[in-house]
């Protein structure tokens, strides 16, 4: 059976699966219809690890299911069995999806593919397919109640419908732009191990009611995961021991400074979410009215801005600013945000101006930022070179080092996520990134001034675009979609001035205080 699932995937048919793992993933996010949605969701779920297989069929990791073929079957039985009994758990009780997508987020597992390792946030695969298989029994069950086969879902119409359609969109578009890349595996990787599930799992976190117990209790978990691996940051740095990162471990060795990473892989990544995390807990200072949570918030931050600094990630700390400049302009007025801002670039530029050293600026540019202004010109190169529709989905790396090679060059990946889409995807590509971005932020902010909840939402999505422009990751990280996801739903909940009487009146304001209080 394995080898026939390996051989029917060979010549023309593994880029004909992509499309179709993308188009499917499409369905699922855009078709009215649930028993249609859960179909598509379904051929995903059956096709994407299909797809996997034949891509890694003869690597490291499956020796022992050539070996041993009925242990892998055995395995396989068993975690479907897993997949099943969560899933219906997820039928019966929602909000342990959202619970369990963020818990999910964070881990990350080495995975060789196509000779290349990967950390893949299995844990979150998991989930998704839990959470799939629940909407897919709900879905096709021959008398659906009607909050799952008939109740519209939450982004329907307006701008979340155009975000929508343009999400569903750009992941087909990266499917069929794999079909003419030099490096189509990594095409494949992307398709399967991010866009396809992140779909499935922004579609299912779309559908979610988040109520005021929902958003709280998943913010006092990503809160608590954040303590937990600032926690472990702190460990590394007192023990001068890295985990799960060889090349940072090198450079440690070599380096003055000592940077941590916690359980992320990457001092970069960790930093983001921290940076993340501590955007959302921002928004608490600035809306809840209690004393003792306000308290609390401000020790958890105090962690958290210590191993941020530990990061030693500039990005993230630039990511944090904006982030927080976004903030306290939807709190005030843009005027004092803009204000404050101003000093805190004045400062920054000071401090800079009298310890260049500190900062790497006697390295120049291209040194301090670790070749990232060499990358950005080699990339628009690349763009000039095919404008219209690039070299393919997941071809930067190669064509940059193809174009670019120099002795010693060993940062070949682009960083900075706009120069990558024109490189791989042209103008075509490009443009419909940039609809994508505008149509998120006009889902995100549209309305949310006075709204805790969705105030935080949108600060902690710009950070994460603005972290997108210097390091990487923007669709392929499960963060951007979880924050649309909740931002979306979040976005078409009755706005407070449709609660009329003064009793509903009050127990409005309570509630939206309350969100994240």
Same mark, same amino acid.
């Given at each position: 059976m394995t080898v026939l699932v390996y051989g029917a995937l060979g010549g023309p048919l593994p880029e004909i699966g992509i499309v179709a793992a993308a188009a499917l993933a499409a369905v699922v996010m855009l078709h009215p219809n649930v028993r249609v949605q859960a179909l598509a969701m379904l051929g995903a779920l059956v096709l994407a690890p299909v797809l996997l297989?034949?891509?890694? $069929?003869?690597? %490291?990791?499956?020796?022992?299911v050539h070996r041993h073929p009925l242990w892998a079957a055995a395995g396989a039985v068993i975690a479907l069995v897993a997949v099943v009994v969560a899933g219906l758990a997820i039928v019966r009780w929602p909000e342990l999806l959202a619970w369990a997508v963020i818990v999910a987020l964070p881990f990350r597992i080495p995975i060789e593919s196509g000779g290349v390792t990967s950390n893949l946030l299995v844990p979150l695969y998991f989930v998704v397919a839990a959470g799939s298989v629940g909407f897919i029994v709900s879905g096709l069950r021959e008398r659906p109640p009607p909050d799952a086969a008939e109740a519209p879902l939450p982004a329907r119409h307006g701008p979340a419908r155009w975000l929508e359609w343009l999400l569903a969109g750009y992941v087909v578009l990266y499917a069929l732009q794999a079909a003419y890349s030099p490096k189509f595996t990594t095409a494949l990787q992307q398709v399967v191990f991010f866009y396809v599930p992140f779909a499935l799992a922004y579609c299912l976190l779309r559908r979610l009611d988040w109520t005021q117990r929902l958003t709280r209790t998943c913010l006092a978990l990503v809160a608590g995961l954040a303590v937990v691996f600032a926690l472990v940051g702190f460990v590394e740095y007192e023990t001068k021991t890295i985990f799960l990162n060889p090349k940072l471990i090198a450079a440690n060795q070599v380096h003055a400074y000592f940077t941590v990473n916690s359980v992320f892989f990457d001092p970069n990544i960790f930093g983001r979410f921290l940076a993340l995390v501590m955007i959302l807990l921002g928004a608490v200072i600035l809306y809840?009215?209690?004393? !003792? /949570?306000?308290v609390l918030t401000l020790v958890v931050l105090a962690i958290l801005w210590a191993a941020l600094v530990l990061t030693l990630s500039r990005s993230s700390l630039g990511a944090l600013l904006v982030g927080l400049g976004t903030l306290a302009a939807l709190? $005030?007025?843009?005027? !004092?945000?803009? &204000? =404050?801002? =101003?000093?805190?670039?004045?400062? @920054? @530029?000071?401090?800079?101006?009298?310890? %260049? /050293? /500190? &900062?790497?600026?006697?390295?120049?540019?291209?040194?301090?930022?670790?070749?990232? %202004?060499?990358?950005?010109?080699?990339?628009i190169d690349l763009f000039a070179a095919r404008p219209l529709w690039g070299y393919g989905s997941g071809s930067f790396e190669t064509e940059y080092s193809a174009h670019h090679h120099q002795i010693g060059q060993t940062l070949s990946a682009s960083h900075t996520i706009p120069v990558t889409i024109a490189a791989e995807q042209g103008l075509i590509g490009e443009l419909v990134y940039i609809a994508l971005v505008l149509a998120a932020l006009v889902v995100l902010l549209a309305g949310c001034r006075g709204q805790p909840a969705r105030v935080a939402i949108a600060a902690a999505f710009i950070?994460?675009? &603005?972290? /997108?422009?210097?390091?990487a990751d923007f669709l392929e990280d499960p963060i951007t979609w979880t924050l649309l996801a909740i931002g979306a739903a979040l976005a078409v909940r009755p706005p407070p001035d449709s609660v009329r009487g003064d009793g509903e009146r009050l127990a409005r304001d309570r509630?939206?205080?309350?969100?994240?209080?």
């Open positions: 297989l034949a891509d890694i $069929w003869h690597s %490291p990791q499956l020796h022992v809840a009215r209690r004393q !003792r /949570t306000q709190r $005030w007025k843009v005027g !004092r945000a803009v &204000f =404050a801002a =101003a000093g805190v670039v004045a400062l @920054a @530029a000071a401090a800079i101006a009298i310890s %260049p /050293t /500190t &900062f790497g600026l006697n390295q120049g540019l291209n040194g301090a930022s670790s070749g990232r %202004p060499g990358l950005v010109s080699g990339g950070a994460l675009l &603005f972290h /997108t422009l210097l390091y509630e939206l205080h309350g969100q994240l209080a």
